[in-house]
């Protein structure tokens, strides 16, 4: 058994942050939560340390951030959103990038599935989101 650091794993919105995390082996992400994200600098400042509580809960000092880069590969609005947003935390933490185009989309899909109403529980996709994006990276890396 290869046993590797925990990884949280963020599908950071302007409302809401998805979190899951991995297992020791990197074989499974799970849902981690969901942190309310409120406007201004002082929301953005309480939405990160929510990260760090989790990161601290999960015993990790590495943050997977899913970047929706557009369609061509640049980053938008929202994927520099989400580099700017986490820049704090960069240091103290070993933070890493991936793509995440679509992640949302397949978690409505995967929800869908499931018949989980999550149409009245956008939280519900965002970690299903976030446990997407950790997924793909854990696949990818193992």
Known sequence: MDI???ILGLDIGTKR???AICDPMWIISSEAGLIERKKGPEGDRLALLEIEKLCDKYNTKTI???????????????????IDFI???????KILYHDERLSSFEA?????KEGK??????GLVDIKSACLILQDYINEKR
Do not use: F, H, S, W
Request: charged share 35%; with cysteine.
């Open 4 to 6: 590797k650091e925990r």
């Open 17 to 19: 942050i998805g979190a």
């Open 64 to 82: 997977l951030i899913g970047v929706p880069y557009n369609m061509d590969g640049t980053l938008g609005p929202q994927a520099k959103n989400c």
């Open 87 to 93: 820049k704090p935390l960069d240091g103290k933490y």
């Open 108 to 112: 409505e899909e995967i929800l869908k």
């Open 117 to 122: 109403k999550y149409t009245k529980n956008k």
